[in-house]
């Protein structure tokens, strides 16, 4: 009976040897999935409780960000701090950036049977793309007319946006943590206080929308992603007093379910703690393989996923194939993970040993990881419905 009870009890805080990275990793596959429908040229319902699959694992994301990131911005000073985040964001992101400019769009532009000289006659010429997208704040979605014949011709990576919006969680919640860090005392309300304000802001975005203006920060985005990443840190500033066990699970499945089926436009900022829960007991009981515990490829396959499924949508339509939703799902997740691989061993990696250090844990290397977008594609990728 006690062995019984133990399974539903005992438990502990987020173990070091966790399998949060097969976890971030299936939930960079699933936005690989949902994107496969729009630049695939596909009709999938891909909804679940009214949102998209997609929008479910960049919510999880970043709330599984939001926890990492405050323990970072707790145990460094802040230009440690500062120049880890950008050792873990800049180097992939502009690699990517710069193969998309100038390998991919040339590659299809010959492909089409035009010249590459026609790359810099066009609005946004490929210098033009990678410097006018290399800060994060996108500003170029396009390269010329390079996606003219695809499903979705507008973007060569919608995905990229995203990125600024998690820069953006990372500097605010250094600043807040480097305010409260001689006072403990409030670290939990503070963080309960911000989780659940924003929240509230979530549930009345038109209003915050037309008090914002313009801005850097399209608060329509910004505020509910920022809602779940507090969330995270709420999560963290009481990991002292959390027991991740399969009974606190399954309480907290319940309460996130109630919750989101009875505010299904906002239910999931104030479901947030509770669906976190959740993962972390995941994260704590299933076993990862060790290769994916010490070599994190999510944030590799979500920055080149969108170009990849751009590329094999561009050949299918060039040879006049056409191959089943699934088939297509399973071909640009392979080549995203095995180029992710790539990214991983020889940018992102060596570039957290330069800022880090060699003598560092596995977990330690891997401990931080970028959001995933939350944006499928529509109209224009900061209008469209989210992933």
């Not at 969680?169 to 403990?184: D, E, G, M, W």
């Amino acid at each position: 009976m006690k062995n019984i009870l133990g399974i539903f009890f005992d438990g502990k805080g987020l173990k070091k040897d966790n399998s949060l990275n097969i976890i971030r990793l299936f939930l960079a596959i699933l936005v690989v999935y949902e994107h496969t429908a729009p630049l695939g040229g596909y009709k999938v319902n891909l909804d679940l409780f009214g949102k998209s699959v997609g929008a479910w694992a960049v919510y999880i994301f970043f709330g599984i960000s939001g926890y990492l990131i405050t323990a970072s911005a707790f145990s460094n000073s802040v230009p440690q701090y500062l120049i880890k985040r950008i050792a873990r964001i800049f180097p992939a992101y502009l690699a990517i950036q710069f193969v998309t400019a100038f390998i991919f769009a040339p590659l299809v532009t010959l492909l089409n049977g035009d010249s590459i000289a026609k790359l810099w006659e066009t609005p946004v010429t490929p210098i033009g793309y990678f410097l006018g997208n290399s800060l994060l704040a996108i500003k170029s979605w396009g390269i010329g007319n390079t996606l003219s014949t695809n499903p979705y011709p507008k973007a060569w990576n919608g995905s990229t946006w995203t990125i600024w919006n998690e820069f953006l969680c990372y500097i605010i919640i250094v600043i807040i943590v480097s305010l409260i860090i001689k006072y403990k005392n409030i670290y939990i309300p503070l963080m309960a206080f911000l989780w659940l304000g924003l929240s509230f802001l979530s549930s009345h975005l038109p209003e915050v929308i037309k008090a914002s203006g313009n801005s850097l920060i399209d608060v329509k985005l910004f505020v509910p992603l920022f809602a779940v990443f507090m969330a995270g840190s709420l999560l963290y500033t009481l990991r002292n007093y959390l027991r991740f066990n399969l009974f606190g699970g399954i309480v907290s499945l319940i309460l996130a379910y109630l919750i989101i089926t009875s505010f299904p436009n906002f239910g999931y900022q104030y479901a947030a703690p509770f669906i976190l829960f959740v993962v972390f007991v995941i994260a704590n009981k299933i076993p990862s393989p060790k290769w994916i515990k010490t070599n994190d490829l999510s944030y590799g396959v979500y920055l080149v996923a969108f170009p990849i499924q751009q590329l094999i949508a561009f050949a299918l339509l060039k040879m006049g194939i056409s191959i089943p939703f699934i088939v297509f799902v399973v071909l640009a997740s392979t080549l995203s993970i095995f180029v992710a691989s790539l990214s991983w061993k020889y940018i992102e990696l060596p570039s957290l040993n330069k800022v880090k250090g060699n003598n560092l844990t596995k977990q330690e290397k891997i401990d931080e990881v970028p959001a995933m977008p939350t944006e499928t594609v529509g109209a224009t990728y900061r209008r469209s419905s989210r992933i």
